[in-house]
């Protein structure tokens, strides 16, 4: 251990010499002595170059996907060997951790939960909850009373008008 650098992690890997043990066990030491390794998260959209961090790892860590997404990628340090589940049959992760379908419209709304799973430690994971946008529901019109604005009326001879929009009253007397 004196030889170790401080910026040095050692592993230490037991496999039971005997067919009858199963599993394996592993150690992390650094010059000081057992080691315990950071684990911290972030993600990107739509194949963006910029990491966003995840400031709270208490597990769930809650994403709220911008609208218009189609992928989120998944990052993560302190895994040895990550694995990613999760997921539905129209949502998928792969073994990068990215995230896709979320653009399906049949998904809008929905909440999906994706769990990053250390193979080397299976104790040790971590879940994402990936909220997905609601449907956008366009204005398309109708009556606006209290919106303002003009309509604009082409005649055939080429000439337009512009009529301002007022609210219309109703006259009960």
Do not use: C
Request: glycine share 8%; no cysteine; hydrophobic share 30%.
């Amino acid at each position: 251990m004196a030889t170790v650098r401080p910026e040095d992690v050692v592993v230490v890997k037991i496999t039971p010499a005997k067919p009858s043990l199963k599993g394996t066990l592993y150690f992390f030491f650094n010059n000081t002595g057992k080691f315990t390794l950071d684990h911290s998260y972030s993600y990107a959209v739509n194949d963006a170059k910029t990491l966003t961090p995840i400031t709270d790892t208490a597990s769930p860590s809650t994403i709220t996907a911008p609208a218009g997404t189609k992928t989120i990628q998944l990052n993560q340090t302190g895994f040895i060997k990550p694995q990613w589940t999760g997921g539905n049959a129209n949502i998928s992760i792969d073994a990068t951790g990215k995230i896709s379908g979320l653009d399906n419209p049949a998904e809008a709304g929905k909440t999906v939960t994706f769990t990053l799973t250390d193979a080397v430690d299976p104790t040790n994971t971590h879940a994402f909850n990936i909220k997905i946008p609601a449907k956008d529901t366009p204005d398309n019109g109708g009556n606006h009373s209290d919106k303002g604005g003009t309509t604009t009326i082409i005649v055939s001879n080429g000439s337009t008008t512009q009529i301002p929009n007022k609210p219309s009253t109703i006259d009960n007397s």
